[in-house]
């Protein structure tokens, strides 16, 4: 079962495990791709560079996937896409968290929330970033 097979407001920890599986994905190829673009000074450097990219993200995946889910359980709304804003916005909160930058927490909050909420919105109206291929 995918993220998008559960129902919203149901299995929150198995909501929150798939999208822990896909930040931790996405911050080990972000790492890679850093890694490969900074060179780090020594292989220690550059492996506690891989593992902090990769467990923030990682992170970043668990407090959306559960920041969504309580919010739909929470508001007893389970489709609304405002859920998905809280989600990103606790995701960007997290990273401000991170930073120690209330600045870079409240735009990550807005820019992930925002995200988020048309991510959402485009699932539920069959919104299609790329049509059939052209012959």
């Not at 920041?67 to 606790?90: E, I």
Request: with cysteine; glycine share 14%.
């Amino acid at each position: 079962m995918g993220y998008w097979d559960i129902p919203e407001g149901t299995a929150c920890v198995q909501k929150t495990w798939i999208s822990t599986k896909l930040g931790t994905a996405l911050g080990m190829v972000g790492s890679a791709y850093h890694l490969v673009a900074v060179q780090p000074e020594s292989t220690m450097a550059g492996l506690q560079r891989a593992t902090n990219i990769t467990v923030s993200l990682a992170t970043m995946g668990a407090v959306f996937g559960m920041a969504t889910c309580l919010s739909a359980q929470a508001r007893d709304a389970p489709d609304d896409p405002f859920n998905y804003f809280v989600g990103g916005c606790a995701s960007g909160i997290f990273i401000g968290a991170r930073t120690h930058s209330a600045i870079t927490g409240t735009s990550a909050c807005l820019g992930l929330g925002v995200l988020a909420f048309y991510t959402k919105v485009g699932k539920m109206e069959g919104w299609k970033l790329a049509g059939p291929p052209i012959r």
